[in-house]
């Protein structure tokens, strides 16, 4: 297959492909193309179109495919016609899995969880963050070269209705699976959007029961935020939702304000964090990592300053 230089992205959610579409328009002078889910319509399609895509293929719904099949069969059969040079995927947590099996299916190798994007020489160079705070500067060779993309990584264009571009509905036949799905469980979910945010609450293990989390909401409410959690009160102690988990395996926020109370700022959190505005942290632990993360940091107990600071807060206003 010849692979020309254009760049193609895909991602489950709306939002996330109307951003790889400007990191995707900065790599190439060429096709800007775009694959469409079956939850996005036509009416997504095509304000991808009006955010830059030359071409979107609307995958069409096909009865009793499991979303991951559908959409790995429906990326080979773009990147048969168009053959892009980049494919760019979201890294949510089912863009991860599209992106691994579409580079096992290419038997091309995939670069994970990219932070920075650059084409030199037609090969694609990207940057990585590992261990929290260490960068990997990587070439990519294969052709195409894919990489996942994090989620507000990149400034979504602004839709233009001057520009134009192709619309194909795309009908794919997908074999029957062979993980069949024996059970579906649904985790609640708390509705907030913590990623656009400008003031995040994080919390940690340094809570003491449950019901403190309530001096938290109340902290964040005064200051006109949302509550973040790290992994062990999301996943181990199911004290709050996932979609609220702040960190590597969860959601990556950069608001203006993070407070992170009685979070120790290990790396897990640390990558999800990282970017925020300005930083305090509230710990009993002084040598704590967080500590040396955080442009402020208070030393004491969580249960005894989050008050004050909330009755700080609501004396200023």
Known sequence: MTHHGGVCVFSERHEV???????????????LIAVATESEGE??????????????FLIEPVDGAQAGDLNVEALVQVLERVAPAVVLIGATTH?????????????????????ELARRNGELHIERAYLGRFVSRQVIETR????????????ALRPDASRTGELHRLKIEVAPTRTPIVDTRHRERSGVAIDKADVVVGIGRGLRSKDDLRMIEELARALGGVVGASRPLTDDLEWLSPDVKVGLSGITVKPKLYIACGISGQIEHHVGMRESGVVVAINTDPAAPIMQQADYCITGDLHEIVP?????VKGLR
């Not at 304000?47 to 979107?56: F, L, N, P, V």
């Not at 863009?95 to 932070?115: D, I, N, Y």
């Not at 004050?308 to 700080?312: F, S």
Request: charge should be negative; aromatic fraction near 2%; charged fraction near 20%.
């Open 17 to 31: 492909v109307l951003e790889l579409l400007a990191a995707g328009r900065d790599l190439t002078d060429g096709e």
């Open 43 to 56: 009416t997504g399609a095509l304000e991808q179109i009006a955010c830059g895509a030359t071409q979107t």
């Open 144 to 155: 195409p070269a894919i990489a996942t993309v994090q989620p507000r990584r990149f400034p």
């Open 308 to 312: 004050a600071l909330i009755k700080a």
């Open 95 to 115: 863009g991860t899995e599209v992106a691994s099996r579409l580079a096992q299916r290419l038997a091309v190798g995939c670069a994970s969880e990219c932070t």
